[in-house]
């Protein structure tokens, strides 16, 4: 909304939210970097402005210095917290694998609830010796992470396939959620993989990729036409009825009350 009204009161409560998700969590930088480049993408590729006149008008009343002084708020704001994060390199998780790669992509498709032996017998790879009921679950779990990273790629596909250029100019919200969703779970593999950081770790530190994931699998199921939308709804609510009972039979829980209370 700022980039499209430019107002100053969208700026000022972008800065804020930017500064509160920061002060939340540092990982929230990821973030802000990704908000930067569709900044430079929307300011190059969709406005075509130049570095030249970008420069030249930066210090003018107008939409680019509203985005200047937004960033330049924000540095402010943000300095005191960059000591505490550089500090804060050595974390108790180790190197992202293929599996802690998988379970991430599935936990914002879903989540799984087994018994409390299905859950060992998962978390060791024994996946073939699960019970009837941990099988159905997990089962149902797979289908539907599958089911809904299917149904992105295909709006991807569908926007780019005649044009692959088309995709970045024509389709500038399609572009905005793939990268809040992508960027922040790719920029930190490849900063984990590459670096002695491993900064890939659990789903709750990348909870705010899940918005624009709901948006795309919705949009995606929009694009097929009401007659099949209800079919896929339909299809996914049949597939977690057994997740969902799940949830409420096998509680997982850790017992800190009643340690509390001991």
């Known amino acids: 909304k700022a ?16 500064a509160l998700g920061h002060y939340t969590h540092h990982f929230f930088v990821i973030l802000l ?55 804060e390199s050595v974390v108790w998780w180790g190197k992202p694998t293929v599996i802690s790669i ?27 010796e699960l019970n009837g009921f941990d099988t159905l ?4 779990v797979a289908l539907t992470a599958i089911l809904s990273y299917l149904l992105i790629l295909h709006l991807i596909y569908s926007k780019s396939k ?11 919200k399609i572009v905005f959620l793939l990268g809040w969703f992508a960027f922040p ?19 709750h530190y990348f909870f705010y990729c899940l918005p624009p994931f709901i948006m795309l699998l919705a949009q995606s199921m929009l694009d097929f036409g009401k007659k099949y939308f209800k079919l896929i709804l339909t299809l996914f609510v049949i597939v977690n009825i057994i997740p969902l009972y799940a949830y409420y039979h096998n509680i997982d829980k850790q017992e800190w009350e009643e340690t509390a209370q001991y």
């Open 162 to 172: 005649n044009n692959l250029k088309g995709l970045f100019i024509k389709n500038e």
């Open 102 to 128: 998988l379970k991430m992509l599935m936990n914002f498709a879903t989540w799984i609830y087994p018994t409390a032996d299905g859950r060992d017998k998962i978390n060791n790879g024994l996946i073939l």
């Open 137 to 140: 679950i997990f089962l149902s």
């Open 3 to 18: 980039l499209d009204k430019s107002k100053k009161y969208d700026w000022t409560m972008y800065a804020v939210f930017v």
């Open 185 to 203: 779970l790719t920029f930190a593999l490849m900063l984990s993989i590459l670096t002695p950081i491993p900064i890939f770790s659990t789903f």
């Open 33 to 87: 970097f990704f908000q930067i480049l569709y900044i430079a993408y929307t300011l190059m590729v969709l406005k075509r402005y130049t570095i030249k006149f970008i420069f030249k008008n930066l210090f003018r009343k107008n939409s680019l210095s509203r985005i200047f002084y937004a960033h330049l708020i924000l540095a402010f704001v943000l300095s005191p917290i960059i000591p505490r994060v550089l500090k």
